[in-house]
Structure formats: structure tokens, C-alpha cells
């Protein structure tokens, strides 16, 4: 069962959940991306911006803030993922225990923060067959491994 788990964890960490934040960051005007309407209507306000696409090749292309959403690994499923394979490791011997460390240790999950099972991640518990799947799994190693 260890074996199947390790598998499983290796398959959600190829193609784990991400959630998305906002990130602002300063850009180029010659080097910028697709502009929000916000963002567009800020840069046109600006002196500088302004006096660059009156006369580019006189001046140095200012620096204008772009706000853009960046998936993120710390999603909160992937938070208990951790959790949970932490508890597992607690109750495993030796080999099995090293295995599942060293799996753990290339994964991303280790640059996360374990955390319980909350809303956010009992969604995708109940919407994602991997992720669901290895929570059961995870139950039924705890169950069999703590008696």
C-alpha cells in the first residue's frame, strides 16, 4: 500500500493544484506584456510615459507597474498532502518510512507548510480523484499502521 501511495504523490506532484495571486511588478514599457484596462489608464497618466511615445528614441523607455496573477504551489490541498504524508512518515519503519522521505524530498511539497484539512482543500478532495483518492489511501495507511 506504501508503494501505491508513493505513486499517487508522484502523480500529483507532476500536475498539482496552484492557486493564483496578484503580483505587481515593475516592467519596461518596450518589454511589457498584455496591460489590465487599470493598468493601461495608469501608464497613460504619467509624464514620462507620455513624453517617451511623443519622442522614443530621444529617451530611455520608462518603468511601468504591471499587475499580473501567478499560479502559485501553496495551494491548501497541497498543504494537507504534506500534512498527511508527515503523519504517515511518523508511523512507518525504516524502509518504508525512507522511501516515502526520499520521494517526499523531490517533490515540491517540501517547500510548503503542513497544514490540516480545511474548506478550500476538502473541494478538491471531493473533485479531484487523485488528490480524493490519496486522502484515502493516507486514511487507510494511518488506520492500519496505528493498531
Wanted: hydrophobic share 40%.
Amino acid at each position: 500500500m506504501i508503494d501505491a501511495y508513493i505513486q499517487l504523490l508522484k502523480e500529483i506532484a507532476a500536475n498539482p493544484r496552484t492557486v493564483e495571486r496578484p503580483v505587481a511588478e515593475e516592467v519596461s514599457l518596450l518589454q511589457i506584456g498584455n496591460l489590465s484596462h487599470n493598468d493601461l489608464k495608469t501608464a497613460l497618466r504619467r509624464v514620462d510615459v507620455l513624453h517617451y511615445l511623443h519622442a522614443p528614441r530621444f529617451r530611455r523607455p520608462p518603468e511601468i507597474t504591471q499587475h499580473r496573477m501567478v499560479p502559485l504551489l501553496d495551494h491548501p490541498v497541497n498543504r494537507y498532502v504534506l500534512w498527511r504524508t508527515q503523519q504517515i512518515l511518523r508511523l512507518l519503519k525504516t524502509p518504508e518510512q525512507e522511501r516515502l522521505q526520499q520521494t517526499l524530498k523531490r517533490t515540491f511539497f517540501v517547500q510548503l507548510r503542513p497544514e490540516p484539512l480545511q474548506n478550500a482543500s476538502l473541494l478538491v478532495l471531493m473533485n479531484d480523484p487523485h488528490y480524493a483518492k490519496l486522502h484515502r489511501m493516507g486514511l487507510d495507511i494511518i488506520q492500519e499502521y496505528s493498531t
